[in-house]
């Protein structure tokens, strides 16, 4: 019996398979140099703060337009892919640190859309449901939120114009990736002032 158990297992050390379960203990295989580090989004939050105090905002908690700071985060998995080499039969992938490295290169998904609605009417224009991108702009750049592709993929937002009225507003993102894949995310209720 242990005879067989230990050719079994010298001649299972010999598979190519064993090309794919490489640990990062291996500094040929997951050295920063030489595997590309890419990120997969996994989900998108939304968060609701002041840009005046920097604070999240609670549920129902009062703020005036001009204060709300809305920040798109993406829940990323972040991975690499090492080629195969002449000793492995087939390519090999790499889970990574958590942050990404220098000589990191973003995502393969393609960001095909970004919507942000209110579950509220906003004014005459802008009833439950409808887009709010004409209203936002993205502080990084200073321009409009357009719906076909953000400049940047966590966007921080800001409202240019106040609400018709004070009251309940709570807000809704849409990412769309090209792949079809949909993600979603809100806020919780605030009460948004002019």
Known sequence: ????????????????????????ADEEACGYDNVPRYYSTQAVELAASSQRTGQVLAANEPVAAADLLLAVR????????????????????????????PGYLGTLQRLDSVVVR?????????????????????TGTGQPLSARASRSTEPQLQLRVPPAAAGAQQFVVRYRFADGTVYTAQTTVLQLSR
């Open 1 to 24: 019996m242990r005879k067989h158990l230990s050719l079994l297992l010298l001649a299972c050390s010999g598979l190519p398979a064993g090309a794919l379960l490489l640990s990062c």
């Open 118 to 138: 209110s579950r509220y009417a906003y004014d005459a224009q802008h009833p439950a449901g409808a887009s709010l991108n004409d209203l936002l702009l993205e």
């Open 74 to 101: 993406l829940q990323k998995t972040y991975y690499g892919h090492q080629p195969s080499r002449r000793r492995h039969l087939l390519p090999a992938a790499y889970a990574c640190p958590p942050m990404p490295a």
